[in-house]
């Protein structure tokens, strides 16, 4: 897909040029936009990493 056209996998808004975050752990594939990954994957990112040292 072309970068110009596409969307964030969580949310479905358009991606801007420099605006292309994994979404991994959330969701596999694709990219995510920084709103998502501010208020979804880096959250769930700590989750995991907290989880994961008790």
Do not use: F, I, S
């Not at 964030?8 to 358009?14: A, F, R, W």
């Not at 420099?18 to 936009?33: D, L, Y």
């Amino acid at each position: 897909m072309d970068k110009q056209t596409e969307r964030c996998v969580l949310c479905g808004e358009t991606l801007g040029a420099n605006e292309h975050n994994n979404p991994a752990p959330v969701r596999t594939g694709g990219n995510c936009c920084r709103d998502c990954n501010d208020a979804l994957v880096v959250p769930a990112r700590l989750r995991d990493l907290y989880a994961a040292a008790e």
